[in-house]
């Protein structure tokens, strides 16, 4: 969160874990910093019980997002990128069987669930409506706690960075990098000075903290996990979980356009090439949904814009490289950087103009850079597409990445690749710039009721069937086997 504009970039993209990177990376990236936090003080071996308090959105969702099944992964060791997603289940089961939590190979403790975990969806810590803490009781009855905040899109931070955030020296400063920018006018005027696209900065000021080959490397492992994920998307069928009953659209989508590809009616079609993208977006998201491994783009809840747009790249325009999408990838970092900063990617803090309003953004200007765009252009097209998502509200019934989130990322795709293509035709002007866009999504977030910023206590999870949970917590969701 400390960041300078310039150095936040490819941490937007990480390798994680479903439903949501808010709800369910953070925390378990939270879980994580707890225990080395303890372990440099003490040994595992010194707690003898353990509570975990939710505050805010991650207690009114939490459940639906599976934030505390999450924590205790995170507990358990496990990473977002690491962890195996078919085994989730069985990772658990011997919390919820047999009330036992395993912190080392050498150490477990009681731990009840019901008793032990504390929702307080009424509360709100000072710093984000993201917040969570992790207390420890030694052998000797001292307490240990941590409070975290999860920010969005997996980022953390915990209670002392949060209060004192000039005091985190550790991080790049905007001097440390060759093109420094903190908005979207001083980003083009580095462009402009030194002759250099979008993409071709960022690589510039990522080269200064680690070896080219290792961020190429790491640009193509996270375009591979998109495309998996995609595959599996498409492969899986099914009813996701949660209790909604929502029924996996992508298998059966994805067999009918197959069938239909080569058919005349198929190649006469001009627009048969989004309902490809449509396909591409819900198969990520779907995914999601079911705990799969998907990644953070900027966040989960809209992990399915990017890949869509990807596909649509590589699938239906003559250009397509690897090499273009290592640059679309840069780019679009960029973009996410520039609303990170100055804004939200959080839901819960601004509502889903943050999440799916971004990731449009980011698609957009990506795109326009594949499709031979001047970084002006690419700016405009990030312009438009938050434009076009101002005051969309975060209101996921049931507290979980379903309903609306799935079709959310199908349309914010479509809105993409529309925003390339008017920016491409057009001569990169636009009446108001991408700054004052970005300041004004920030605003209007702070203007926008709690109730439609995840927390499932308005918009769409109010006016839902009746048949749908509506459990104070959310639906309680256990990971099925992705």
Not at 349 to 362: D, N, P, T, Y
């Amino acid at each position: 969160m400390w960041y300078c504009t310039s150095c936040v970039n490819l941490s937007l993209f990480k390798i994680g874990i479903g439903p949501s990177s808010s709800h369910t990376v953070g925390p378990m990236v939270a879980a994580n910093l707890f225990l080395c936090s303890i372990t440099k003080q003490t040994e595992l071996t010194a707690i003898k019980k353990i509570e975990i308090e939710f505050y805010g959105s991650l207690a009114a969702t939490g459940k639906g997002h599976a934030t505390d099944t999450a924590t205790l992964l995170g507990l358990l060791g496990h990473t977002p990128s690491t962890i195996d997603t078919r085994m989730t289940s069985h990772y658990l089961s011997p919390i919820f069987s047999d009330k036992k939590l395993k912190l080392s190979d050498a150490h477990t403790i009681d731990f009840d669930t019901e008793q032990d975990i504390y929702w307080y969806d009424d509360t709100v810590l000072p710093y984000h409506p993201n917040a969570l803490t992790l207390r420890a009781i030694l052998t000797d009855d001292t307490d240990f706690q941590k409070t975290y905040y999860s920010v969005g899109g997996g980022f953390v931070i915990n209670d002392e960075d949060a209060k004192n955030p000039d005091e985190d020296h550790a991080s790049p400063t905007i001097d440390s990098v060759p093109y420094p920018f903190n908005s979207a006018a001083e980003l083009l005027e580095q462009c402009r000075q030194h002759n250099l696209s979008i993409s071709d900065l960022v690589l510039a000021n990522e080269c200064h903290f680690r070896d080219k080959a290792e961020i190429l490397d790491y640009l193509d492992n996270i375009w591979d996990v998109m495309q998996d994920c995609v595959k599996q998307g498409c492969e899986n069928g099914g009813i996701l979980p949660g209790g909604l009953d929502v029924k996996r659209r992508a298998q059966d989508l994805h067999q009918q356009l197959y069938a239909e590809k080569d058919t005349p009616v198929s190649k006469i079609d001009e627009l048969a090439a989004m309902d490809w993208v449509d396909l591409y977006a819900l198969a990520v998201n779907e995914e999601n949904a079911n705990g799969g491994k998907v990644v953070t783009a900027p966040t989960n809840g809209a992990a399915g814009i990017i890949p869509a747009v990807l596909h649509y790249y590589r699938d239906f325009l003559p250009n397509y490289s690897q090499e273009g999408v290592r640059k679309f990838l840069l780019n679009a970092t960029a973009i996410g950087s520039l609303i990170k900063q100055n804004a939200s990617i959080s839901g819960a803090e601004i509502g889903c103009q943050g999440e799916v309003g971004s990731a449009c953004a980011m698609a957009g200007s990506a795109l326009a850079e594949i499709m031979d765009c001047s970084p002006a252009k690419c700016i405009n097209a990030a312009e438009i597409g938050i434009e076009h998502n101002l005051g969309l509200t975060c209101d996921p019934v049931g507290g979980l990445v379903q309903v609306p989130c799935i079709e959310r990322n199908a349309m914010g795709a479509v809105k993409a690749i529309n925003a390339a293509r008017l920016a491409y035709r057009g001569n990169g002007q636009h009446f108001v710039s991408l700054d004052k866009v970005i300041e004004t999504m920030k605003v209007t977030g702070a203007d926008m009721l709690d109730k439609y910023k995840e927390t499932s206590r308005g918009g769409l999870a109010v006016y839902a069937d009746d048949r749908i949970p509506t459990a104070k917590h959310g639906v309680s969701v256990k990971y099925s086997q992705c």
